[in-house]
Every structure is written in C-alpha cells, then in structure tokens.
C-alpha cells in the first residue's frame, strides 16, 4: 500500500468529520433548547419563550437537512476509504451503525408532527411533548455512533480465531469499557456548545440594539444558564474520560501531557511547547494535579509515554488540542458564571458591552472546542483504527482513486455549507424576531386559553 494513499484517506475522513460535527452537534443540542424554551412558554405564559422555539425549530430543520447528508457520507467512506476495516469489524459494528439510522427516523417522524401541529391542540403541553421524541431520538442518534468510535478505542464483545472476529456479541461491543465516559462527554458537550451558540445569537443582537430587546434579552438568560450548567457537567465527564485513560488507554493521557517517564505524584503540563530535544520549554506545571486528575490521588503513579512502543505511541502534538480544549471549557465556565452573577447583583450591568462581546465569542469558541475535542479523540488513538488490531494503515484503501473522491467531497461540503449560510440567513433575515412579534397574533393574550 502507497503512504500517500493512507494519507489521502486520512484526509478524507479528517474533512468529513470536522464538518459533519458541525451539524452532529447542533443536531443533539438544538431539540432540547427547543423544548425548554416551549415548556417555559407556555408556564409563564410567555409569546417570547415561544417565538423562540419556534425560530430555532425553523434553523434545527435545516442544519438536521445538513446533517443527514454528511452522516450518510461518512457511512459511504466507511466502506470506500476503509474496506479492511469493515472487512474485520463490519459485522460488529453492524448493529448500532443501523440503530442510529433508526434512531434517526423516530427523531424526523416527530419532528414533523411538531413543526405542523403548533396552535393545534387546546392544551398546549400536549404540543410540548411532540419535542420529547425529538430531543431523546437526537440524544440516542448521538449514543449509537459514539458506541462506534468507543469500540475503536476499546475493542470488546468478540473473540480473534484465525485473523478473524468470532463468536461476535454486538450488545458488549457497544456497551465497551470507554461507551459510558463518551457517552456523557459527547452529550454534554453538545448541548453547551449549543447553548453557548445560541447565547452568541442573542448577545450578537443586543449588541445591535435593534427592536425585540426582551425578547433577546430573555433567549440569552435561557442559553447562559444552560452554558454555566451543562459546562459543569462537561467538565465532570472529562475527569471521568482522564480517569478512565489512564486506566485503559495510558499513552493517549501521557502523549497528551508530555508525561514521558512514569512517577507519582505527577504534574500536570499546561501550554509549553517542545524544543529539537523533545525537551518541554515554556510551560506551566502544576504539582502533583496530573496523578490527581488521573487517579484521583496526589500520589499517584501515572503511567508515562516510555511503557508503550516507540511505533505505537500517539503524536505528541495532540498536547495543544487538549490544552485548546480545556481552555475554551474553563472560559465557557467563567464567563458564564461573571454573567449570572452579575444578573443576580442588580446594580451591575449583566448587558454591557464588554460581557455581550465575550458571548459572541463563546459560540465559535466552543465549537472550535468540539473540533479540537474530536481530533485530540482521533488522533490519540493513532497508529491504531482498531486499538490494538489494526493500524490505519492496513485499514485504508489502496485505491488510487482516493485523490478523486477527496475533492469530490470537498466540493460536496463547500455547496452544502454555502447553502446552509444562504438559507438560514435568508430565513431569519428577511423575517427578524421583531416583525413577527408585530403580526403574529399572541398566543397567550387575554382570554386566549379560554
């Protein structure tokens, strides 16, 4: 097999991915925004909570659009630009491959009663509830496929005869040692990731200080809670993926923090960079907080980067996805935290300048963070596809038509992207929360329930 082959197939899915997780977490996080903004709504009898649903239930359906076609692509280069691999572990990975697609179905069932039903029912919880399948479909859609990705990291439910998986059970394959620690990080990345967007959506417009400023104001109280909350929760499944690593995957945590030689009572590296000699210059060292992080305990021995083979050792560049990471997660913690403290202490502004600025940075932001999350994931698996069973590289194509499909998707991805912008642009632009709040008739004024 040519190295430049590989290459190109590393590229490919490299390229898909870091465009399908765009729309994978707007795809998750989305519905249950929808749904808390609707069950808020109708609660304090409030059209703003929603006008809000309904909006983002409007650009949910076109970034879901967006999404289908990306996830449908990566099941394709499966298949194309990794045949060896599906050739071993296709019929273990069979089961929860399918599950998602029907995950996804029930997802898109609902969402369509929910779109087509708003003002239908006397009672408007029983609308609410229309969300519930939308957002637990997402949520399952999300479990699935992130069983995938555990399995290549921790290979379980099979047994190897002859070069060969056997004895397949594909319920303990999916429930593998690394699906629960991902699970809980992947969901809850996702939906402060999208609270963080939806709060730079609202702060964006404050800034512009055009009509609907409650209404604004309203979306961006909702979306900052949200980010402070499940950025907690973010932050607590990490700790229990860097617990869990340096348990079954220690040279992904050592590669990560330049830990080269095991010890205990390790520090933990910040930021830094490494000189000719693979000699760590520049960082920041934290006593002790690497065995701490990675056992729970001051004194702790963690595993270092010199008890795996040289050939089978992570790059040591993943270092800067996982500083980037938790950096973006420790901003999106205290900026949201400023913010609802501020809200809380009335005599400060909670709505000035600076604050709302640093809201529209939180949104790309975090999904900068997702993005370096997945490749710090990906490549901390390397040189492994299958961990510890098959390499990328005797899993990748030898077909010297990979060159042709890269650029193939590539354009794929440049036209659904410009749509994308174009649509949701022209869908919200030319409609502002304002002139809808003018000639739509409010659903909760006076004597409107009765």
Same mark, same amino acid.
């Given at each position: 097999?040519?190295?430049?082959?590989?290459?190109?197939?590393?590229?490919?899915?490299?390229?898909?991915?870091?465009?399908?997780?765009?729309?994978?977490?707007?795809?998750?996080?989305?519905?249950?925004?929808?749904?808390?903004?609707?069950?808020?709504?109708?609660?304090?009898?409030?059209?703003?909570?929603?006008?809000?649903?309904?909006?983002?239930?409007?650009?949910?359906?076109?970034?879901?659009?967006?999404?289908?076609v990306t996830g449908t692509a990566i099941g394709l280069q499966l298949s194309?630009?990794?045949?060896?691999?599906?050739?071993?572990?296709?019929?273990?990975?069979?089961?929860?491959?399918?599950?998602?697609?029907?995950?996804?179905?029930?997802?898109?069932?609902?969402?369509?009663?929910?779109?087509?039903?708003?003002?239908?029912?006397?009672?408007?919880?029983?609308?609410?509830?229309?969300?519930?399948?939308?957002?637990?479909?997402?949520?399952? @859609?999300?479990?699935?496929?992130?069983?995938?990705? @555990?399995?290549?990291?921790?290979?379980?439910?099979?047994?190897?005869?002859?070069?060969?998986?056997?004895?397949?059970?594909?319920?303990?394959?999916?429930?593998?040692?690394?699906?629960?620690?991902?699970?809980?990080?992947?969901?809850?990345?996702?939906?402060?990731?999208?609270?963080?967007?939806?709060?730079?959506?609202?702060?964006?417009?404050?800034?512009?200080?055009?009509?609907?400023?409650?209404?604004?104001?309203?979306?961006?109280?909702?979306?900052?809670? @949200?980010?402070?909350?499940?950025?907690?929760?973010?932050?607590?499944?990490?700790?229990?993926?860097?617990?869990?690593?340096?348990?079954?995957?220690?040279?992904?945590?050592?590669?990560?923090?330049?830990?080269?030689?095991?010890?205990?009572?390790?520090?933990?590296?910040?930021?830094?960079?490494?000189?000719?000699?693979?000699?760590?210059?520049?960082?920041?060292?934290?006593?002790?907080?690497?065995?701490?992080?990675?056992?729970?305990?001051?004194?702790?021995?963690?595993?270092?980067?010199?008890?795996?083979?040289?050939?089978?050792?992570?790059?040591?560049?993943?270092?800067?996805?996982?500083?980037?990471?938790?950096?973006?997660?420790?901003?999106?913690?205290?900026?949201?935290?400023?913010?609802?403290?501020?809200?809380?202490?009335?005599?400060?502004?909670?709505?000035?300048?600076?604050?709302?600025?640093?809201?529209?940075?939180?949104?790309?932001?975090?999904?900068?963070?997702?993005?370096?999350?997945?490749?710090?994931?990906?490549?901390?698996?390397?040189?492994?596809?299958?961990?510890?069973?098959?390499?990328?590289?005797?899993?990748?194509?030898?077909?010297?038509?990979?060159?042709?499909?890269?650029?193939?998707?590539?354009?794929?991805?440049?036209?659904?992207?410009?749509?994308?912008?174009?649509?949701?642009?022209?869908?919200?632009?030319?409609?502002?929360?304002?002139?809808?709040?003018?000639?739509?008739?409010?659903?909760?004024?006076?004597?409107?329930?009765?």
């Amino acid at each position: 097999m040519e190295f430049d082959t590989v290459i190109m197939s590393r590229l490919i899915t490299a390229m898909t991915l870091g465009f399908h997780i765009i729309f994978a977490t707007l795809g998750v996080g989305v519905p249950l925004f929808i749904s808390i903004a609707e069950f808020i709504g109708i609660k304090k009898r409030d059209d703003h909570y929603i006008l809000l649903a309904k909006r983002w239930a409007r650009g949910f359906v076109i970034t879901v659009a967006i999404g289908v076609v990306t996830g449908t692509a990566i099941g394709l280069q499966l298949s194309l630009v990794w045949p060896n691999f599906m050739q071993l572990a296709g019929n273990v990975i069979a089961l929860p491959l399918f599950m998602e697609v029907f995950a996804f179905f029930f997802e898109a069932i609902f969402l369509g009663i929910y779109l087509y039903t708003w003002n239908r029912f006397k009672n408007p919880y029983i609308h609410w509830l229309f969300s519930i399948p939308v957002l637990i479909g997402a949520g399952i @859609s999300a479990l699935f496929i992130t069983t995938v990705n @555990s399995f290549m990291n921790t290979p379980d439910g099979f047994m190897m005869e002859n070069g060969e998986f056997a004895a397949v059970n594909p319920i303990a394959a999916m429930l593998n040692p690394s699906t629960p620690t991902r699970v809980a990080h992947v969901l809850g990345g996702s939906y402060v990731t999208v609270a963080a967007i939806l709060a730079t959506i609202a702060a964006f417009a404050l800034l512009r200080k055009k009509g609907a400023q409650q209404y604004h104001k309203k979306a961006l109280k909702l979306t900052v809670i @949200s980010m402070f909350v499940f950025s907690i929760v973010t932050a607590v499944a990490g700790d229990a993926s860097a617990k869990f690593l340096a348990e079954h995957q220690p040279e992904k945590l050592a590669a990560a923090e330049w830990h080269f030689e095991t010890e205990k009572n390790a520090d933990l590296i910040l930021f830094g960079w490494l000189n000719e000699d693979n000699e760590v210059v520049g960082e920041i060292r934290l006593p002790g907080f690497l065995s701490f992080l990675a056992h729970g305990n001051f004194m702790a021995e963690v595993t270092g980067l010199e008890a795996t083979p040289e050939n089978e050792r992570p790059p040591l560049w993943i270092h800067y996805m996982f500083d980037l990471m938790v950096s973006i997660g420790m901003f999106l913690v205290g900026i949201s935290f400023i913010y609802l403290l501020f809200s809380i202490i009335k005599k400060w502004n909670a709505n000035n300048k600076l604050f709302l600025w640093l809201m529209v940075l939180s949104g790309p932001l975090a999904m900068l963070a997702v993005e370096f999350g997945w490749i710090y994931a990906e490549e901390g698996r390397q040189p492994w596809i299958l961990r510890g069973y098959m390499t990328v590289e005797e899993a990748a194509t030898s077909s010297p038509y990979i060159t042709h499909m890269f650029f193939l998707f590539l354009l794929l991805y440049v036209v659904l992207g410009t749509l994308c912008v174009i649509t949701l642009r022209k869908l919200f632009k030319d409609n502002p929360a304002e002139l809808e709040l003018e000639k739509n008739t409010p659903v909760f004024e006076e004597g409107a329930d009765k």
